[in-house]
């Protein structure tokens, strides 16, 4: 089981994010996220929208630094993708 992020590459609201999933449980996901203190508002149906800011505490407890590619390629191998059609 791993917590993966990738680059924080995306400005929104005076910050720029990445993207923290799981490629095997929501349930460890969770538990990264409270234990770095991320609120539950941040979680999209299948990852955490992470500020740049908190990429040093999430590698420290645990998260490995992926590429976007690699992300969203074990994402959906893991089976815990939300698709498009299934977000509407």
């Known amino acids: 089981m791993t917590v993966l992020i990738d680059p924080p590459l995306w400005p ?3 910050k720029v994010w990445g993207h923290m999933v799981s490629d095997s449980s929501l349930e460890e996901l969770h ?15 299948d990852h955490y929208d992470v500020p740049a800011e908190l990429y040093p505490t999430l590698v420290d407890l645990g998260a490995h630094q ?6 969203v390629r074990r994402l959906r191998a893991s089976g815990l993708r939300v698709t498009s059609a299934q977000r509407r």
């Open 66 to 71: 992926v590429d976007t590619r690699e992300l």
């Open 12 to 14: 929104r609201h005076g």
């Open 31 to 45: 538990a990264l996220a409270a234990a770095a203190g991320i609120p539950a508002r941040a979680f999209d149906r």
